[in-house]
C-alpha cells in the first residue's frame, strides 16, 4: 500500500504562486510513476504535470511554462511549483502514484486550488 498526502492548495488571487506538495509513505519500490491531477468544477480529473522514477517529467499544454514539477527522493516527495496562475486552474488538485502497465495505482484525497481574477 502507498499513502499520499497533498498540501499546499488555497486561495489565490490571478499572477500569483502556490507550490503543491504531495508526500508518499507505504510501499514506493512499486511506484515508477508519480503525477498530478487536476478536477476542475464540472469537469473531468486531467493529467497537470508527471514524473517518472527516471526524472523525466511531462506537462498538460495548458499549463507548459508557468507549471514544474519536481521531487525530492530523499524525501518521498513531490512537488508542483505554479506560477502565473490562472482562474482557469482553479480545481481539486490530486496526487497520483501508479506503475504503468500493473494495476498499481494510487490517489490522494486532494488540495483545493482557488484562483479568483
Known amino acids: 500500500q502507498v499513502q499520499l498526502v497533498e498540501s499546499g492548495g488555497g486561495l489565490v488571487q490571478a499572477g500569483a504562486s502556490l507550490r503543491l506538495s504531495c508526500a508518499a509513505s507505504?510501499?514506493?519500490?512499486?511506484?515508477?510513476?508519480m503525477g498530478w491531477y487536476r478536477q476542475s468544477p464540472g469537469e473531468q480529473r486531467e493529467l497537470v504535470a508527471g514524473?517518472?522514477?527516471?526524472?523525466?517529467?511531462n506537462y498538460a499544454d495548458a499549463v507548459k511554462g508557468r507549471f514544474t514539477i519536481s521531487k525530492d527522493n530523499a524525501k518521498n516527495t513531490v512537488y508542483l511549483q505554479m506560477n502565473s496562475l490562472k482562474p482557469e486552474d482553479t480545481g481539486v488538485y490530486y496526487c497520483?502514484?501508479?506503475?504503468?502497465?500493473?494495476?498499481?495505482?494510487?490517489w490522494g484525497k486532494g488540495t483545493p486550488v482557488t484562483v479568483s481574477s
Open positions: 514524473i517518472t522514477f527516471g526524472g523525466s517529467t
Open positions: 507505504g510501499s514506493l519500490y512499486s511506484i515508477r510513476v
Open positions: 497520483n502514484a501508479n506503475s504503468p502497465g500493473t494495476s498499481i495505482n494510487y
